[in-house]
């Protein structure tokens, strides 16, 4: 992918939050990059996203993903489903442990095409420290309704807050 990047939503965590939006995308770039680093929780959990229309979430049973599942202390594991309501972006990060923080990039497809599906390409890394080694997810995923969408919603898989983090949606000009 070529070209250079457009920095259009930026949202830094430095206290307890739900959710973090980034929003702003419509037809002036073909892809966008999301990148999110530092991120941490308040409890054990993963970190999901979501794609939202017109500003709120959607979370309809209409993601379906497949991932490898990497880790360096075990062998890696293929996943998918089909109709769930989110898609985890990380795997588990660990609560209350410096070292650990969810860390990942994903590449946004078809976001403005209102007769297409959105599609996500992610890839994502942290320190697990109650195993004391890298894991993380590569894969992607797809909204499967064909209507246009203006941006990403990430939030812990379970309910917890975000504690700290840096999330970011860059344009990549065509």
């Given at each position: ?58 979370d309809s049973?209409n993601y ?95 309910g917890q ?14």
């Amino acid at each position: 992918m070529s070209g250079s990047l457009k920095l259009i939503d930026e949202e830094v965590v430095s206290s307890n939050t739900a959710t973090v939006s980034l929003t702003g995308i419509n037809s002036t770039y073909d892809v966008y990059k999301v990148v999110i680093s530092g991120v941490k929780v308040s409890s054990d959990d993963a970190i999901s996203i979501r794609v939202t229309k017109s500003g709120s979430a959607d979370d309809s049973a209409n993601y379906d993903e497949a991932k490898l599942y990497i880790k360096a202390d075990a062998s890696s594991t293929n996943g998918g489903a089909e109709n769930q309501t989110q898609i985890d972006f990380t795997a588990t990060v660990d609560a209350d442990v410096a070292a650990s923080s969810g860390n990942g990039v994903g590449y946004l497809f078809n976001f403005s095409n209102s007769s297409e599906y959105s599609y996500v390409s992610y890839e994502s890394a942290h320190f697990q420290y109650n195993d004391n080694t890298v894991r993380g997810f590569i894969g992607g995923f797809v909204h499967t309704v064909a209507s246009a969408s203006d941006g990403v919603l990430f939030k812990t898989n379970t309910g917890q807050n975000i504690t700290a983090g840096t999330f970011r949606l860059y344009g990549i000009s065509k």
